[in-house]
């Protein structure tokens, strides 16, 4: 199981539209929590809005540096990658959701793709992005299968925190293959031992939670070890971040 083949397959195509509605709904909820997300409807689909650091500087940021860079406003990176491999790269996103990263990253990136499973969070990002972006729906198999081999870095925002062990199999798998050689993939695993048994707070072996979308799902070392095993690739880096609630990984394509 895996991969693009698995992904442009007719039973994963089948399931996208329960998928995008599921997406659809929790992002409706998202926005009608009463939290400060003026952000997700800022139109930057304009070239007079500058960010805060130049593409130079960026080059120059470790991962932690990247993450944590107000690029515009308020707004962090909240990515984790040296900048490096972000700027002049050709960079997807999995789970770009409305394009808050990629209406400010698409100033330094060569070229910037963004996948999700929500049409309704894609028309936002379509939106408000400059139209250097690309955004892609997971059921788009045309577009979906034109991406093999493209990406010079995949990076997960606020993405893998809410995929168990098993579902980061087959997205890790996807991945793998829309990676350029040398390519490098940046997932944002959920980390905190001491929360795991409260509501929607669980382990990466456990099931999906049917009901709640954006459950977290609580990675241990081995688990990452376990997936690069399963999905050939090779961990570069992990990186714990207990204040973030975050387990970074870093992996690379086993040749
Ligand atoms: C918490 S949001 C993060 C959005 C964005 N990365 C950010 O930081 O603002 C998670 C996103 O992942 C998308 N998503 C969930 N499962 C997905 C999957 N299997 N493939 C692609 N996108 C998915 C959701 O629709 C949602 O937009």
Redesign the pocket.
């Known amino acids: 199981m895996g991969g693009l083949d698995y992904v442009l397959g007719s039973d994963f195509q089948s399931n996208i539209a329960a998928?995008s509605l599921r997406?659809d709904k929790?992002?409706m909820r998202y926005l009608s929590i009463h939290r400060d997300y003026n952000f997700y409807f800022y139109d930057m689909d304009t070239p007079s809005y500058a960010l805060t650091v130049g593409a130079s500087r960026i080059a120059s940021f470790t991962c932690k540096e990247t993450y944590s860079v107000k690029l515009f406003k308020t707004q962090a990176a909240?990515v984790w990658a040296p900048g490096s491999a972000l700027v002049g790269k050709t960079v997807l996103?999995?789970?770009?959701?409305?394009g808050?990263?990629g209406r400010m990253a698409s100033r330094f990136v060569g070229r910037f793709i963004g996948?999700?499973?929500?049409l309704f969070?894609l028309h936002i990002a379509r939106l408000t992005s400059p139209k250097n972006c690309e955004y892609v729906h997971?059921g788009d198999a045309e577009k979906i299968g034109a991406l093999r081999g493209v990406a010079d870095t995949c990076v997960?925002?606020?993405?893998f925190?809410?995929?168990n062990y098993t579902?980061s199999i087959w997205?890790l798998r996807l991945l793998k293959d829309v990676l350029a050689p040398g390519g490098i993939i940046s997932a944002d695993f959920y980390y905190n031992p001491g929360r795991v048994g409260e509501p929607r707070r669980y382990t990466a072996a456990d099931p999906l939670d049917g009901e709640h979308?954006?459950a977290l799902y609580h990675f241990e070392e081995e688990d990452i070890l376990g997936l690069a095993g399963e999905c050939g690739l090779e961990v570069a880096s992990t990186e714990k971040q207990p204040h973030l609630e975050r387990h970074f990984a870093t992996f690379r394509r086993l040749e």
């Open positions: 998928q997406w929790e992002w909240q996103e999995m789970g770009c959701g409305p808050m990263f996948i999700d499973a929500s969070a997971l997960g925002r606020n993405f925190i809410h995929h579902d997205i979308a954006s």
